[in-house]
């Protein structure tokens, strides 16, 4: 079956210029992750949600960062006003369910590399 | 603040040689453990996790709660094991905190 997709897969842009970037999950999958790689690093957590909800944030570098899923499936995060230190790979990711307790499998997109020039 | 160490940023051995990547975790909870992998030019994928208990690709990994660490062995690499390995936790109601990754290069 389709697995998580991402689109663009590759972005560049200049600094200071606003991009948006796309991902679709498994379909059924009530869980959306998106993460940060920067080059060398291991990804790290920017926000999550569980269907429309915005449950966790915490993880997003600055109010430049913004992201949304308004009818549970297809989410979009972007970056305003990019600056070269955003450059970096993002990655999606969807499972079943995430809650206390109990987790499921998640399931990467293939991510998009932002490079900022 | 809970983290992922993986103190070899590249690992290279011989076809058939054992293999161990290492991974060292802070938390004072019980947080669940997992290895991922990244296959040349593929997606981020789930190689196994601590209460699966399971044999994957031949790779085992056990957790050691006294000593805080969940490293990957395998006892014979393939060189289609080549790969990026990541170490990841969650612990309860709280997301993904991964490793920076461990380069495991299988030399023929």
């Known amino acids: 079956g389709a697995g998580v997709s991402q689109s663009p897969r590759y972005k560049v842009a200049k600094r200071g210029q606003d991009v948006a970037l796309r991902c679709d999950p498994i379909?059924?999958?009530?869980?959306l992750f998106w993460y940060q790689q920067a080059l060398g690093q291991g990804p790290e957590f920017l926000t999550y949600f569980q269907n429309e909800a915005q449950l966790d944030k915490s993880g997003l570098p600055s109010d430049r960062f913004f992201a949304e899923r308004p009818e549970g499936s297809v989410s979009t995060l972007k970056i305003q006003r990019t600056q070269q230190e955003d450059s970096a790979v993002y990655l999606c990711a969807s499972s079943l369910v995430a809650v206390q307790g109990a987790y499921y499998e998640q399931y990467f997109g293939p991510g998009t590399r932002l490079t900022v020039t | 603040a809970q983290r992922v160490t993986q103190p070899e940023k590249l690992l290279s051995v011989f076809k058939g040689a054992p293999v161990e990547l290492k991974c060292n975790y802070s938390y004072s909870g019980s947080p669940e453990l997992f290895w991922y992998v990244q296959y040349s030019r593929q997606r981020l994928q789930l190689l196994l996790r601590?209460?699966s208990r399971e044999s994957i690709k031949g790779f085992t990994a056990d957790l050691n709660k006294g000593e805080t660490s969940f490293h990957l062995k395998k006892p014979f690499a393939q060189e289609e094991d080549s790969a990026m390995y990541y170490c990841?936790?969650?612990?309860?109601?709280?997301?993904?905190?991964f490793g920076p990754g461990t380069r495991l290069s299988v030399l023929p």
């Open positions: 379909s059924g999958h009530v869980s």
């Open positions: 601590h209460i």
């Open positions: 990841a936790l969650i612990w309860y109601g709280q997301n993904f905190v």
